[in-house]
């Protein structure tokens, strides 16, 4: 896999870890600016097809409409190869808004990436 664009470092931490593979935890505002970054590293991950990708969004303060374009095109490709995509960690800024555009009816979403890794 290859490593996330440099411009990604302002909104993504790090896509995998030795304890977690297939966490990406995403941190600060996820807008306009930045969604491409988060595209091309959800699309470096979803091209290996994993069984699942958890979202880690408890360092994310923002989320615009091209920030939810990109979750719900990556939700899509998982899904379309029998993977699991969750969502954890949304705080409650971030809750407020999946559950004014109704996302939190798409996504899996739960309240840590413990609690999301564990219900696979």
């Given at each position: 896999m290859?490593?996330?664009p440099r411009a990604a470092a302002v909104c993504v931490a790090a896509i995998t870890s030795q304890h977690r593979p297939n966490v990406l935890p995403l941190k600060r505002e996820?807008?306009?600016?930045v969604s491409p970054a988060v595209t091309e590293s959800l699309?470096?991950?979803?091209e290996e097809k994993p069984e699942r990708i958890v979202i880690d969004l408890s360092r994310a303060t923002y989320i615009d409409s091209a920030g939810?374009?990109?979750l719900i095109l990556a939700m899509q490709k998982?899904?379309?190869f029998?993977?699991?995509f969750f969502l954890a960690g949304l705080d409650e800024t971030m809750s407020s808004i999946f559950e004014t555009s109704r996302l939190n009816r798409i996504f899996?979403?739960?309240?840590d990436?413990?609690?999301?890794?564990a219900a696979i």
């Open positions: 290859k490593p996330p996820i807008d306009l600016h699309n470096a991950i979803t939810l374009a990109a998982v899904q379309a029998g993977g699991k899996q979403i739960f309240p990436v413990d609690a999301a890794l």
